[in-house]
């Protein structure tokens, strides 16, 4: 049996400049990031985390010393921080985080006013898991959170000489957001517009896991993440072949 591996990244925290900004479909908003600094990035998962830190408008942010014991703050203030999904692309040497736009959000709010020359301070990946992408079966479930770990990954199996059996089952808030992956065209994506936990059991329960060679993913609001990793809590379903993961929770 082939599990996921999981790889760990030398902890570094980079100041890195915006180089360009670009709106990607209605409910994204793309950095592109580059800079000295980015030497030596790795991100080997396709949902890797990447720290990003938003200080007040006017302040300093120094980050913090990475120590054999850990990463010390010292008297440094701690701005707001968020993780989102890196998108490196190695030939151009440049970091692209796609943000979500919503009202509120304060990683939404500077994504939404930054310009080339903006300096922005990333911490990580710390690790990495590695997932094969060559399982014959597998199932992607997520929220826009998820959305460009999904993308991430979807375009990396579209390289693939032979397609996996690929299922895809995303929750939207508004119906425009559905391109953001209409790029993707050949994976055919269930679609659940407003949120609806119970609309989202009913994809899943129309699907059969295959005894073997398969992956499930499953992420979104940590809520949502519980009651549907459920489904896949019994001795027919490998746990090691699950990944399961919060990627924010309702207040």
Request: aromatic content about 10%; overall charge negative.
């Amino acid at each position: 049996m082939r599990y996921p591996q999981r790889v760990r990244n030398e902890l570094r925290f980079r100041e890195l400049t915006v180089l360009r900004t670009e709106r990607i479909g209605a409910g994204f908003q793309r950095i592109v990031l580059g800079g000295e600094a980015l030497e030596g990035f790795s991100s080997r998962g396709f949902d890797d985390h990447t720290k990003v830190f938003f200080p007040a408008p006017g302040s300093t942010f120094v980050p913090p010393v990475v120590t054999e014991e850990g990463i010390e703050w010292g008297d440094a203030v701690r701005p707001p921080s968020r993780d989102y999904t890196p998108l490196y692309d190695e030939a151009r040497h440049e970091l692209s985080i796609d943000f979500f736009i919503h009202a509120g959000g304060v990683a939404s709010s500077w994504a939404l006013q930054a310009k080339a020359g903006d300096t922005l301070t990333i911490g990580g990946p710390r690790g990495s898991l590695v997932v094969p992408e060559d399982y014959t079966w597998q199932l992607y479930v997520c929220d826009e959170s998820g959305m460009p770990a999904l993308r991430r990954r979807l375009e990396a199996i579209a390289a693939l000489p032979v397609r996996p059996q690929i299922h895809a089952v995303v929750t939207i808030g508004d119906e425009a957001y559905k391109d953001y992956l209409a790029h993707l065209g050949d994976v055919e994506i269930a679609w659940v517009v407003g949120h609806n936990v119970q609309a989202l059991n009913d994809c899943l329960a129309a699907l059969t896991v295959p005894a073997e060679d398969y992956f499930i993913w499953l992420t979104g609001e940590g809520k949502v993440v519980k009651t549907l990793s459920q489904r896949f809590e019994n001795d027919a379903v490998d746990p090691q072949l699950v990944r399961a993961s919060a990627y924010w929770h309702a207040k």
